[in-house]
């Protein structure tokens, strides 16, 4: 068998296929499928923290790329295969603002916003595209909420693809589709929501042999594990007690499960953190399903539950509702492998409101690190497990900031300088108000000792 192989995450099945195949999913049974190495013929460091020097070759490919500076945790390509846009120079930092504010002593954050397109998707983009040149791919599609399809569109922009992009009419942030359509992608405006928008491409892409790059592809899934690496890597290779991440598609989640799980068997860390994943109360499928009782259960999941529930939104005709757009999904397409990672962490689930998160959000800014409301989620469902007794005030905990402030710039602008009665007006359904987190512009008349006494007052009441 060769070094990289893909197989069923099934165990009842098991199947196993070879790299050169394009699988959205098993062909025996249907389900997901997992990028999976036999390590044994893998070299590798003695322990985790010569990994990001070690697999450093002699050339300069390396230097553009936080992602393939991992490349031996990731054995499928050839370093002349592997694409990149110079992704993943991305940074763990302490928060120490944030951390009063969600009640420990020591939490970082690790700002995914730095990357070219804007978000954590170019580190799995680094994977797909990477595959998609392996096998001869000349066109890619995928469906987004924004973030996948700007991160789709760069790299394809980039190695010559055509990109083909599904998006849910009205569902996405303006600062996204920008991207798409700056970057030369077809992008398709689906009657409908993301659910919708899946769904479709994944037809679309079946029908006529397209290359699909969302996160149901196990080769975009390995390129994301390596913000687990450069998370720990910031903490000189010492574990935390915890991950928090946003729960969307649940690929990211999915993901760093794997990479956990990889290191531990491999012997390079001597323990898992747990995996917090936090959903918005407007998009809360995974939240409601654990709470259920739904468990990876060593790949025995119940799915004739997870099929009651699908089948009961589409009897409310229940849409994902949330200010958190990125993480807007009702169906995400990783549930499973999520359950897995929340099972192998002893992870937990989360659900916050959307005032939770652009409160959060505003906490965050006040580190200097603008982020999308979908990554403050993050912050608000540490906050919410520190409340609850979850996470131990002393623990050291990151939490994963997924996308750049200026994703969705109308959220922020709104919060902090509309009135109650504009922000009922335009964000009512996501129940949000002003909040004395805002900072709030303050109007003052073109004269100089009007200014004056303005800066005066604002320097006094702080």
Not at 239 to 246: E, F, H
Not at 298 to 305: E, F, K, L, R, Y
């Amino acid at each position: 068998m060769e070094v990289a192989y893909q197989k069923c995450i099934n165990p009842v099945c098991g199947a196993t296929f070879g790299i050169e195949e394009i699988l959205p999913a098993c062909p025996k049974c249907g389900e997901l499928l997992d990028v999976t190495y036999d390590w044994d013929k893998v070299e590798l460091p003695a322990k985790a923290a010569d990994l990001g020097a070690f697999t450093k070759p002699s050339g300069g490919f390396c230097r553009v790329s936080g992602v393939w500076r991992f490349g031996q945790m990731m054995p499928f390509a050839s370093e002349g295969k592997r694409a990149t846009i110079g992704e993943g120079h991305t940074q763990l930092r302490p928060a120490p603002r944030v951390a009063d504010y969600v009640g420990l002593k020591n939490l970082h954050l690790q700002y995914e916003g730095l990357n070219p397109s804007g978000s954590f998707k170019d580190n799995g983009m680094a994977g797909a595209f990477t595959h998609a040149k392996m096998v001869g791919a000349k066109v890619v599609a995928c469906a987004s909420t924004g973030n996948t399809s700007a991160s789709m569109a760069a790299f394809a922009a980039n190695t010559g693809m055509a990109g083909i992009i599904f998006i849910g009419d009205g569902k996405v942030a303006y600062g996204k589709l920008s991207q798409a359509l700056d970057y030369g992608a077809m992008t398709l405006l689906i009657k409908g929501d993301f659910d919708d928008a899946m769904a479709r491409v994944q037809e679309v892409c079946k029908s006529e042999g397209i290359y699909l790059v969302n996160s149901v592809n196990p080769f975009r899934l390995e390129g994301q594990k390596t913000i687990m690496y450069r998370v720990l890597e910031g903490f000189d290779w010492n574990i935390p007690d915890w991950i928090v991440v946003p729960g969307g598609n649940l690929g990211n989640s999915s993901a760093f499960g794997k990479a956990f799980y990889e290191l531990y068997d491999l012997g390079l860390i001597a323990k898992m953190p747990r995996i917090a994943v936090i959903n918005s109360e407007g998009a809360p499928t995974l939240n409601n399903l654990v709470r259920s009782g739904l468990k990876w259960n060593g790949g025995t999941v119940d799915d004739a539950m997870i099929g009651a529930y699908y089948r009961g939104l589409d009897e409310r005709n229940e849409r994902a509702n949330t200010i958190a757009s990125a993480i807007e999904i009702n169906r995400p397409v990783n549930l499973k492998k999520c359950l897995r990672a929340i099972e192998k962490t002893e992870g937990v689930v989360r659900a916050v409101s959307d005032q939770q998160i652009i409160d959060a959000k505003a906490w965050i800014a006040r580190e200097g690190l603008g982020c999308e409301p979908a990554s403050a989620a993050s912050v608000a469902g540490t906050k919410a497990l520190v409340e609850e007794g979850i996470i131990d005030r002393d623990a050291t905990v990151a939490c994963i900031l997924t996308g750049h402030q200026l994703k969705d710039p109308h959220a922020t602008v709104a919060y902090h300088s509309y009135s109650e009665e504009d922000l009922k007006a335009d964000y009512g359904q996501y129940g949000i108000s002003t909040s004395e987190y805002a900072n709030k512009p303050v109007p003052v008349a073109n004269d100089l000792g009007q200014i004056i006494d303005a800066i005066r007052a604002k320097a006094a009441k702080n």
